[in-house]
């Protein structure tokens, strides 16, 4: 840490993934940034398919694109300094303050993640420099103990920057006595005495039913209880981070759209504007599963390992049901992977993605594909080629994409007006490498009026409005004032 004033700052970890420890920082950091405080969120390590493109040209994690616009401040690669986004189930590639270091295996990068404690480091003293105040979040438990060595997500980072922790547990999940407890018990004293609070999260009825439980879990831990945060029923209204939280529609509209589920799927939360429309029903097929045959619309989502969810898709019958979803005149659109798949080939030549070789496509569209080790990292601004209704989004994608049908564009980006993407003769079958267009209030409205629906819903608008309600949540349940005491002895 540069030397001078340490800046005020708690971690909150999790008695386990999916606790809600994403987004109780992401209302933390409204309810400060509401205050009038300068507060940065920071994960020093996090492990998701869905990214977000950054102002200063690298990628972060999704959950902290979203903590950042809770804060109200520019996304930063400083604020996921690693991020790992799996390609097969026991590798990954890494991330290091936005820029790809390279594919590693599970083992390979047990062994090696403390070399990448000092980048770490650097980036969370650059997070810091005029800030009130940094909220990080942990990753997975500080109770995996068998991770400890070289630890840079939880305990490890902690001790490295010296800074107190809170510690989450999901009551909602059951057990969470056990699991906060537990936790105590299973630390050296070095760490759990670290552990300066806990809260209890997505508590379900009256509250005051868990009196006693939180009595008996500061008894036990000596830890001070800063609240129980009761059900926030409009978390499904921010974006995810993990693809374990995908969800259908609500409602029942009148526009099917079907999504296939692949093994890899990323960006998915290109599908959130879409799953809230009412007009829509947003059907997500899962493995084993065909698709739907009436279906409006079949999106093809983004994929973190293109040719091996070709194979994946193809593997569950799904081409074929494309196939005859086409004949029956229906409506095809790919982003990013989605698009690279609907081509005719797809080459590999420098093995990025496993043996080097060509594949076919589902061969939909009149283009091919060659993967290339570069990376495109680029926020866009432009216009729907054939509607001329305005877009915004962002490119995260390795691969270059050419052939007959890119002579009529899916979209015109930037102020002269860059072709992207592809579409069929018959105007029938789209690709874009544009995540987030759907985000894009005049766009999807023109779309779903294309499909039979319409929308008049501010997408944006209404993350912003979830933020205010998740931190006047936060605010109503937990001792904030405890909170900031804790954050400020550091």
Request: proline share 5%; charged share 25%.
């Amino acid at each position: 840490m540069a030397a001078g004033r340490r800046i005020p700052a708690l971690m909150i970890q999790g008695t386990g993934s999916n606790v809600g420890k994403s987004l109780v920082v992401a209302g933390l950091c409204r309810l400060f940034a509401d205050r009038g405080l300068k507060v940065r969120p920071f994960k020093p390590q996090n492990m998701s398919n869905n990214a977000a493109v950054t102002s200063d040209g690298g990628e972060i994690g999704r959950a902290q694109g979203l903590q950042a616009m809770a804060a109200r401040v520019p996304l930063s690669v400083h604020m996921n300094p690693v991020l790992l986004k799996p390609e097969t189930d026991v590798g990954a590639q890494v991330i290091v303050q936005g820029k790809r270091a390279g594919t590693m295996r599970a083992r390979e990068y047990g062994s090696r993640k403390a070399e990448l404690l000092p980048k770490v480091l650097e980036s969370f003293d650059r997070l810091s420099e005029g800030a009130d105040l940094v909220l990080v979040e942990g990753a997975g438990s500080p109770a995996e103990i068998n991770l400890r060595a070289g630890d840079i997500a939880n305990m490890g980072f902690a001790e490295a920057v010296d800074i107190p922790v809170a510690l989450c547990g999901d009551i909602d999940r059951g057990g969470v006595i056990a699991s906060l407890v537990g936790t105590h018990a299973i630390l050296p004293e070095a760490e759990r005495s670290r552990i300066k609070a806990f809260l209890v999260n997505r508590f379900r009825g009256d509250v005051s039913l868990f009196d006693e439980g939180v009595r008996e879990i500061a008894a036990r831990t000596g830890w001070r209880p800063l609240g129980v945060v009761p059900w926030f029923a409009d978390a499904h209204r921010l974006p995810a981070e993990d693809a374990l939280a995908l969800e259908e529609s609500d409602g029942d509209g009148s526009v099917k759209i079907a999504v296939p589920v692949i093994s890899r799927i990323a960006n998915f939360d290109d599908l959130d504007p879409l799953r809230l429309e009412p007009g829509v029903t947003l059907e997500l097929v899962g493995p084993g599963r065909p698709l739907p045959g009436d279906a409006d619309l079949v999106l093809l989502p983004g994929s973190k390992s293109t040719v091996g969810d070709l194979a994946f898709f193809r593997a569950q019958g799904w081409d074929i049901d494309l196939a005859a979803h086409v004949r029956r005149g229906g409506r095809v659109m790919g982003v990013c992977g989605g698009y690279q798949m609907l081509g005719r080939t797809i080459s590999d030549p420098d093995g990025i993605e496993g043996t080097p070789g060509t594949v076919d496509g589902l061969g939909l569209l009149d283009v091919d594909t060659v993967l290339t080790v570069d990376k495109r990292l680029v926020e866009v601004t432009g216009r729907h080629a054939a509607s001329g209704t305005a877009l915004s989004g962002y490119e995260i994608h390795i691969g270059r994409t050419q052939g007959p049908d890119t002579a009529r564009p899916f979209a015109l980006l930037g102020e002269q007006g860059e072709p992207d993407g592809a579409v069929s003769a018959n105007g029938r079958i789209a690709g874009t490498y544009v995540h987030g267009l759907f985000a894009s209030d005049t766009f999807r409205a023109g779309l779903l009026a294309e499909l039979g629906s319409g929308s008049t819903r501010a997408y944006e608008g209404e993350i912003d409005r979830t933020l205010d309600a998740l931190a006047a949540h936060l605010e109503a349940s937990l001792d904030i004032g405890a909170l900031l005491e804790i954050a400020r002895a550091r």
